[in-house]
């Protein structure tokens, strides 16, 4: 086969930091080519390195066999490559079409060609089965279909190699299977991919070959048709490694007649002034694990800070331990032993310029032992977080470092540290996993279950089917701030769910 994209011996650093280790791959043409790693394995330092975006220490990089250097991403896209990111580059209130010409408008004598650019990505969405409407405005359309515009900038920019960047993160079910279908259409038509996933599943499923890499280093090679899910994780981790959470050994009935936490008739309003929530009913026993599904964007934020405090219902009450909580602090709350882990670490669960073990106090600082009334007792900060530190795991081991510094999966153990060091009756748990790599995913999900047979009573919320498939003993699937469908364990699907998600059946 023909080789399209190669690296050899790329290195990069950032200071004393060396991202890109001697990093060599080869892409073929019409391949679909995986790109493993944990968080800070070099993964995407050798995209961007790739794009443009980075200039290498030392390395080559050949396209078509000739050794090139892109100064910047308008000399990669020159030279054929597109690159979707995982957050995507659209302007809401833009068409469809103004947003893939943006920067590439055609025109003459200053006007720019509106209708003929119109027309050219309408044939490209049918040629490549990239079905979206040139006139929709990006606000309007789902995330499925913003996926198809970003593709549709790249194709339209002629490119000929496609990076994209953990593509099916915040798609659902159906919208992966869609996915599947447009990747492969590509291929046929003559185009090269690297994708860049930390969804192993999908990694079988989708591409030829993968190359995995760990400290900045690739560490192997492998044709996924013939290696197994466990390996390709083992590769990435150094280690064997656990993919999925052993579903018999937790308990999956609630153990107590009274539910420990109660959303009753709850009514939210938006930062808008909009319905959010409407008129929702959840009931969480102690040790029980209600997972709540739903496409992004359909009130489980609001429904989280609400539950927490950040947000005050418009009707409806919050009860805990059968008490009405609904107009309680957050402070007060954390202090009734309610805990949370936030969707954003670093936005909401932590002050990253502050030390671990100053994070680890936080909320709890103004009462003993961390302090008199009078002043902080920085003494019992640190040995508190000694403790935890080596309880959860936490590296590097040193509570007096700042938080900022450590690994995104170092973060979210933090949060489980102070959250779970303060032994509540109930947790929210919020996108737990978002962004982490396969080895702290195990880490965070075996928690979880640790905490459901303490008799936590536990409310996951979660963008990943799979997690919420394998952890929680009722599914409620969130629509437009409704519950549409409620599912038990036993009887809950992927597909099942995606189905009520998208605003259709399981039939």
């Known amino acids: 086969m023909k080789v399209v994209l190669e690296t050899k011996d790329i290195v990069k650093r950032f200071g004393k930091v060396q991202a890109n280790q001697q990093v060599s791959i080869k892409l073929y043409e019409r391949e679909i080519l995986g790109l493993l790693g944990e ?132 798609l659902t079910p159906q919208e992966v299977e869609g996915f599947f279908k447009i990747i492969h259409q590509l291929r046929s038509q003559g185009i090269s991919v690297i994708i860049i996933t930390h969804k192993l599943e999908e990694v079988k499923r989708i591409t030829d070959r993968a190359y995995i890499m760990r400290s900045g280093k690739v560490v192997g090679e492998e044709k996924t048709d013939k290696v197994t899910k466990e ?15 052993h579903r018999q050994a937790k308990k999956r ?117 961390y302090s008199n009334f009078l002043r902080l007792n ?13 309880a959860f795991d936490i590296r590097p081991p040193n509570p007096t470092l700042r938080t900022a510094h450590l690994s995104g999966g170092n973060q979210q153990k933090v949060i489980l540290a102070r959250e779970l060091s303060r032994e509540p009756q109930f947790l929210l748990v919020s996108q737990p996993t978002r962004g982490l790599d396969v080895g702290a995913i195990e880490y965070i999900h075996e928690r979880i279950l640790q905490m459901s047979e303490r008799q936590i009573g536990i409310l996951l919320i979660s963008l990943e089917l799979e997690e919420i498939l394998a952890l929680s003993d009722r599914i409620l699937v969130l629509r437009k701030g409704e519950i549409i469908k409620e599912f038990s364990s036993q009887e809950a699907t992927s597909q099942k769910i995606g189905a009520y998600m998208t605003g259709g059946q399981d039939d």
């Open 39 to 170: 968080n800070g394995a070099g993964k995407s330092t050798l995209m961007n390195v790739l794009y443009g975006l980075y200039h290498p220490n030392a390395g080559q990089i050949y396209l078509h066999g000739k050794e090139v250097f892109f100064h910047s991403p308008k000399d990669a896209i020159r030279q054929g490559l597109g690159m979707v990111h995982q957050h995507f580059m659209l302007v809401e209130t833009l068409t469809v079409t103004e947003n893939i010409i943006l920067g590439s408008e055609p025109a003459t004598a200053g006007v720019i060609k509106y209708q003929e650019a119109r027309a050219q990505i309408a044939n490209l969405s049918q040629s490549y089965g990239l079905l979206v409407d040139p006139d929709a405005r990006i606000e309007n359309l789902s995330v499925g279909e913003q996926q198809r515009v970003e593709i549709l900038k790249a194709l339209y920019r002629q490119a000929q190699i496609l990076i994209l960047d953990e593509p099916t993160a915040v």
């Open 231 to 245: 390996h390709l994780a083992n590769l990435m981790v150094g280690r064997e490694i656990v993919l999925m959470v």
């Open 253 to 369: 009935t609630a153990t107590s007649a009274s539910p420990i936490f109660c959303i009753e008739e709850l009514q939210v309003r938006d930062d808008r002034n909009l319905p959010a929530i409407r008129g929702i009913s959840i009931d969480i026993y102690p040790g029980e694990i209600v997972g709540i599904a739903g496409v992004d964007g359909n009130g489980q934020r609001e429904l989280a800070e609400t539950i927490i405090g950040l947000r005050s219902p418009q009707q409806g009450r919050l009860r805990y331990n059968d008490r009405d909580i609904s107009t309680l602090s957050i402070r007060n709350r954390i202090q009734q032993k309610m805990g949370r882990v936030p969707a954003d670490r670093q936005g909401t669960g932590l002050v990253l310029p502050m030390l671990v073990q100053e994070n680890i106090a936080i909320g709890m600082h103004n009462r003993p032992p």
């Open 378 to 390: 920085h003494e019992n900060f640190q040995k508190k977080a000694v403790e935890l530190v080596g």
